[in-house]
Every structure is written in C-alpha cells, then in structure tokens.
C-alpha cells in the first residue's frame, strides 16, 4: 500500500492525529512584539517551518498557522476570522517566503510587492518586512540560522563527485555567503517564475511535502534527509528554465525590482504580453508602470515591448527557415505592413535583406 504524503493541506489534519507532537515550539523568540517598526524575532533552532493559511478567502485574514521545528510545534486557529497581518520585523536568520497559492503581498522596506503562487523571496536578516494575503491561499516561510547556513554550504561540496562534475555555482549560495558577513546591507532575492512555467509550484509543493513530513514525523538520518531537500529546493530555484532571479539592493532605485519583473515577462512573451495582463501579473497599473519603463528606458511600454519583439524576429530570420510571413504570424502581427516598417525602423533594412546580410551556413 501506497504512504499517505503529508502534504501542507493536510498538515492539521496529521497534526491532530499525533498528538503526542503536540507542545509549544520554543525555537522562535519575538522581541518588541508590540512594536510598530522594531520588532525582532530570534530563531533558536537551525531551520524553522511557519506555514500560513487563508481557507475563507477574505483579505489580510490568516485563518490558520503552523509552526514546526526540531524542537516542536504550534498551532493557532483563528475562527473569528480577525484580520491578521504581521507587523514589520527583521531577524537573525535567512528567511525564504515561498507562495503555494493564492497571492501574497509583502511589503519590503515601506514598498509593497504582489507575490503569486510559485514565486519566492530569500531576505537577509537587515530587511524589514510584513506580509498579507490578499484573499484564499497559503504560504511557506522557510527560516535559516547562519550556522546552519555555513554548514549548509560546505556540505554543498561533495565528497564523492568530483568538483568538476558538479554546478558549484548557485545565486542562493552566493548572495547567503555575501549576507552572512554584512552587518548593514539590506539585500535580498526575488525568484519571479519564468513566464507560464505551469511546474513551478508542483515542484515547491512536492518539496514542501516532504520537508513537513520530515520534521513532524523525524527518523533515522533526517538532518540529511533535510539538507538533500533544501539543496535540491535551491537547486530548482537557480534553474534558468523555471525561473528569473532578481538579486535586490535597497540602495537601488526603488522601482528596480518592477522594472525587472517588467523586463523578464517582456522576455518571456518576446515583449507581445498585452497591458492588461501585465497589469494582473504586477498588480500595478499600466500607467503606473508605463511610468517606471520611462524612467529606466526613455521608452513607452509599447515601444519597450517591442525592442524584444523585433530581437526575436532577428534571431527567428538567422536561426530558422520560416517565412518572414509564418515570423510576423508567431509574433502576433496580423498585418504585415506594421511588422515589416517596425523592423525597418528597428534594424535599417527589410527582414528578406537581414536574413541574407546576417544569416550564417
């Protein structure tokens, strides 16, 4: 017979079953609770689980929370239905938020930012931040401590394989090695998922799984068992085909991190993603964000769109065999004529000319 998974959807249901878990989980300290800008929360164990749900589909409501450590876990229910957003903290650990369903708005340092399912943000321990979620859904938010962090990375070394067998190089690894050292600097990174990457939260699913069943229900070699979990997580989240990763500064502009969503979904759709759609996917309006493109290009949205519409045509001429008709059809242009002035003004000839200047054997 097949072992029922323990899945974030059942993890109450689990929970309740095996009571004898049951007791306050003492690995989280929050400091200055009733602070509106200071508080502080201290991670006493090496890695910590809150899982948070939103089951009735009202906004800034969290219905029910888990926290689940090596040292135990806790459970709070709120029937009542009471509006439950955090309030702004920082604290001494990494902490990855990863959105399973539904939308999630964070905000960062004062600027808020929509998080959909399958997108995920790894924040230093200098940042301050809250979160809310917008209607039903629920999120994992994944807590390292900086010693297991380090230990983390020098396990990341094999042993058995030889390094050149390996990727050594992870943007995780990278940026928490960086971060580890700062005392000052308020980083973090944005995983904002490749453009109808449909897989992206199968995958976080599967390993949030099994990253619950891990911790409630520990056996023989579990911290390996954890670790090979975390590694495979920070593995799938610095995969190019899933994902973009936006490393973030707040001594930035503070419209970056938009401008680079914008920027990725204009790649992802070879810049054709029509307004509206882009306006759902950010949450932001389109003259909001006709604003923030201005600001980095010079150009409208429209225009910007295209600049990737006609480098997508180009590489379509030299690459392939297509008709310059079947090219303007894939990058929806029901009229020609538009397609072939647009890429005479982008590129100084028409499309035949290009092909047969620049087309290599």
Same mark, same amino acid.
């Given at each position: 017979?097949?072992?029922?998974?323990?899945?974030?959807?059942?993890?109450?249901?689990?929970?309740?079953?095996?009571?004898?878990?049951?007791?306050?989980?003492?690995?989280?300290e929050?400091?200055? @609770?009733?602070?509106?800008?200071?508080?502080y929360?201290?991670?006493? +164990?090496?890695?910590?689980?809150?899982?948070?749900?939103?089951?009735?589909?009202?906004?800034?409501?969290?219905?029910n929370?888990?926290?689940?450590?090596?040292?135990?876990?806790?459970?709070?229910?709120?029937?009542?239905?009471?509006?439950?957003?955090?309030?702004?903290?920082?604290h001494?650990?990494?902490?990855?938020?990863?959105?399973?369903?539904?939308?999630?708005?964070?905000?960062?340092?004062?600027?808020?930012?929509?998080?959909?399912?399958?997108?995920?943000?790894?924040?230093n321990?200098? *940042?301050?931040? %809250?979160e809310? @979620?917008?209607?039903e859904g629920?999120?994992?938010?994944?807590?390292?401590?900086?010693? @297991?962090?380090?230990?983390?990375?020098?396990?990341?070394?094999?042993?058995?394989?030889?390094?050149s067998?390996?990727?050594?190089?992870?943007?995780?690894?990278?940026?928490?090695?960086?971060?580890?050292?700062?005392?000052?600097?308020?980083?973090?990174?944005?995983?904002?998922p490749?453009?109808?990457n449909?897989?992206? +939260?199968? +995958?976080?699913?599967?390993?949030?799984?099994?990253?619950?069943?891990?911790?409630?229900?520990?056996?023989?070699?579990?911290d390996?068992?954890?670790?090979?979990?975390?590694?495979?997580?920070?593995?799938?989240?610095?995969?190019?085909?899933?994902?973009?990763?936006?490393?973030?500064?707040?001594?930035?502009?503070?419209?970056?991190?938009?401008?680079?969503?914008?920027?990725?979904?204009?790649?992802?759709?070879?810049?054709?993603?029509?307004?509206?759609?882009?306006?759902?996917?950010?949450?932001?309006?389109?003259?909001?964000?006709? &604003? *923030?493109?201005? %600001?980095? %290009?010079?150009?409208?949205?429209?225009?910007?769109?295209?600049?990737?519409?006609?480098?997508?045509?180009?590489?379509?001429?030299t690459e392939?065999?297509?008709?310059?008709?079947?090219?303007?059809? &894939?990058?929806?242009?029901?009229?020609?004529?538009?397609?072939?002035?647009?890429?005479?003004?982008?590129?100084?000839?028409?499309?035949?000319?290009?092909?047969?200047?620049?087309?290599?054997?």
């Amino acid at each position: 017979m097949q072992k029922e998974i323990i899945t974030p959807d059942k993890a109450f249901d689990v929970y309740k079953q095996h009571s004898e878990l049951e007791f306050e989980d003492n690995s989280l300290e929050i400091h200055n @609770f009733d602070s509106h800008s200071n508080t502080y929360y201290n991670l006493n +164990t090496p890695l910590h689980l809150i899982l948070m749900y939103n089951t009735c589909g009202l906004p800034n409501v969290t219905d029910n929370f888990l926290s689940i450590s090596p040292s135990g876990s806790h459970f709070l229910c709120n029937d009542s239905h009471m509006d439950g957003i955090s309030k702004p903290h920082r604290h001494n650990y990494f902490e990855l938020l990863i959105v399973l369903k539904g939308k999630i708005m964070q905000e960062i340092e004062g600027k808020e930012y929509l998080y959909p399912a399958g997108s995920c943000c790894l924040i230093n321990h200098n *940042i301050t931040h %809250t979160e809310r @979620f917008l209607k039903e859904g629920f999120v994992l938010f994944l807590g390292l401590r900086m010693d @297991f962090v380090k230990e983390l990375i020098a396990g990341s070394k094999s042993a058995i394989f030889p390094a050149s067998n390996l990727a050594t190089s992870n943007s995780i690894f990278t940026f928490m090695e960086e971060n580890i050292v700062s005392d000052a600097q308020k980083y973090y990174l944005d995983f904002f998922p490749v453009y109808q990457n449909h897989k992206s +939260t199968e +995958t976080l699913h599967r390993v949030a799984d099994s990253l619950v069943r891990a911790l409630f229900l520990p056996r023989l070699g579990v911290d390996h068992v954890l670790k090979g979990l975390l590694y495979e997580l920070f593995d799938y989240l610095d995969t190019k085909q899933a994902y973009h990763v936006i490393p973030m500064k707040l001594s930035s502009k503070n419209d970056a991190l938009l401008f680079s969503r914008i920027r990725h979904l204009m790649e992802d759709t070879n810049g054709r993603m029509p307004r509206a759609e882009l306006e759902k996917a950010l949450n932001y309006s389109g003259n909001y964000l006709n &604003t *923030i493109v201005k %600001t980095y %290009t010079g150009r409208n949205l429209f225009d910007y769109g295209m600049t990737f519409c006609m480098k997508r045509a180009a590489r379509l001429l030299t690459e392939t065999d297509m008709s310059v008709a079947a090219i303007a059809e &894939t990058l929806k242009f029901s009229n020609q004529g538009h397609f072939y002035k647009l890429f005479k003004e982008t590129f100084g000839c028409l499309p035949k000319e290009y092909r047969r200047t620049h087309k290599t054997a």
